[in-house]
């Protein structure tokens, strides 16, 4: 379609700016709000009433795009939104959604790449694939295995049977002649690292297709005086643009065939709390110390402009530059105050501020008084209540959550002591988790086919944004002893 056709079926519509102000600055504003407002990714986001009214009332460009950048993420949000195998599983019947199965989708892959591996309904999993199919249309992703919507990673009750053989074939039957199996309900899992950011309250966008940009502005117009008839000076505005794009991430698990061959609701439940427990970990793990110049997202605090605290506690003693001597390591309260201070300084504390900490930083705090020589001995980390979630109120009244994400062996030029803790303190609200939909799975039924097992490999596409930077406060050189 030409352009004169476009434009009779979608109207061009004008933005009137006010005359009465010419100064430079103006001006610049003006231009700054048109071109957020005209960029392709950002339109869809703004109407042509709000534009209008953002340059008639004088908003400032930091406060439009910050508006904008709101707006993306509102409307992209997972909760509301849901990603492509959300929205798909959703319009699943209820019967449907209760009998899809990963591992029946398992079977009748194994099955394909090995026939002879299942017989009979074992190997049947017509639903499984037409999800998977669907899914490779709606997102345009292709793949050598299955994709699985993220809603079905979640456990549902199956049926139960016991695991045969016959044949050289894996059956499922019900025959008293079967192998007896029983399934705990209550599944001995491994003890893992907890993932806190979403705990503490980074968000999640769901739904993405492509790259994602957000506007910042890392520079502001100041207010200027001027005399009558005198110039206002130009500001120099800093512009930029935060990227999101797709990032692959993958994880391989063994999977015996008796697991893939069970249709016990605990044993599909213990596959299920793996993979979410895998991948869940090792995304709050790159949010967190992500390189910068990795594949993967970068993490806080690898991100520039990041504030640091150096602790001035004493600690220990400990061989430094061959002598011993009182090293500053320990976080005092002092220090604790310059966290949240240098964050309130940047503009960006919030009651959505909160701690991340390691075990050994929250028990040193916990050690540690808040003035030293007083009578009354009062701990810069004071006993608390812990919510079912784990998140316990921390220093300065804050939310806190403690995990063995954080580095714990941190080192400096001539320390010779303990590895050194991590500590951050900020908004993890301007943390966002972008989800690009659906999961990919691809099964080797041949690495591991000695030990009876077939290899599993979980992909998917994620990000990580770090809306500020300066949001985020962390000391990398914590003793806790």
């Not at 005209?38 to 109407?47: A, L």
């Not at 399934?183 to 297709?209: D, K, M, W």
């Not at 698990?253 to 605990?266: K, Y």
């Not at 972008?434 to 999961?439: K, R």
Request: overall charge negative; aromatic content about 6%; charged content about 20%.
């Amino acid at each position: 379609i030409d352009t004169r056709e476009a434009e009779k079926i979608q109207p061009r519509q004008e933005i009137i700016v006010e005359t009465n102000k010419d100064a430079a600055q103006e001006l610049q504003r003006v231009q700054d709000i048109l071109s957020v407002a005209g960029d392709k990714d950002f339109s869809k986001y703004i109407s042509h009433e709000e534009v209008q009214r953002a340059v008639n009332d004088g908003t400032t460009s930091l406060a439009f795009r910050d508006l904008v950048a709101r707006r993306i993420i509102e409307k992209n949000e997972a909760s509301r939104v849901g990603t492509a195998g959300d929205n798909l599983f959703g319009e699943l019947s209820r019967t449907d959604q209760k009998q899809y199965s990963l591992t029946r989708a398992m079977r009748g892959y194994l099955n394909t790449v090995r026939p002879g591996s299942f017989s009979g309904r074992a190997a049947e999993c017509t639903l499984e694939r037409e999800v998977s199919d669907e899914l490779q249309k709606r997102t345009g992703v292709t793949s050598s295995g299955f994709l699985i919507p993220e809603a079905a990673l979640m456990t549902r009750a199956l049926g139960t049977a016991a695991v045969a053989g016959g044949a050289g074939q894996i059956a499922l039957t019900s025959a008293s002649a079967a192998v007896q199996t029983t399934t705990e309900s209550n599944v001995i899992q491994l003890l893992r690292n907890r993932p806190r950011c979403v705990q503490l309250g980074a968000r999640t966008l769901g739904g993405l297709q492509g790259n994602y940009r957000f506007p910042a502005q890392t520079g502001a117009g100041t207010w200027q005086w001027v005399d009558e008839g005198g110039t206002v000076n130009p500001a120099d505005l800093t512009l930029s643009f935060i990227p999101a794009k797709p990032r692959r991430g993958s994880a391989q698990s063994g999977v015996t065939i008796e697991m893939v061959a069970s249709e016990s609701p605990d044993m599909e439940a213990l596959i299920l709390a793996d993979f979410n427990a895998i991948r869940n970990i090792g995304l709050d793990l790159a949010a967190l110390t992500g390189p910068s110049n990795g594949p993967g997202p970068v993490g806080v605090l690898n991100t520039s402009g990041v504030q640091i605290v150096t602790p001035s506690g004493t600690a220990s003693k400990y061989n430094v530059a061959g002598q011993n001597t009182n090293i500053a390591f320990l976080l005092s309260y002092q220090d604790v105050l310059n966290f949240d201070t240098l964050v309130a300084e940047a503009n960006a504390d919030s009651s959505t501020c909160a701690w991340m900490v390691t075990p050994g930083v929250r028990a040193a705090l916990k050690n540690t008084p808040m003035f030293p020589g007083a009578t009354a001995f009062s701990p810069i980390w004071d006993n608390s209540s812990i919510d079912p979630l784990g998140i316990t109120p921390g220093p300065l009244g804050y939310r806190a959550g403690v995990t063995n994400q954080l580095p714990s062996n941190g080192t400096l030029a001539n320390y010779t002591g303990p590895g050194l803790h991590t500590a951050i303190f900020g908004d993890f609200s301007k943390m966002l988790f972008c989800d690009w939909g659906v999961a990919e799975v691809i099964y080797d039924p041949y690495t591991q086919a000695a030990s009876g097992n077939t290899v599993m490999t979980v992909r998917s596409l994620h990000d990580v944004v770090i809306r500020h930077a300066v949001a985020f406060a962390a000391a990398t050189t914590v003793a806790v002893a």
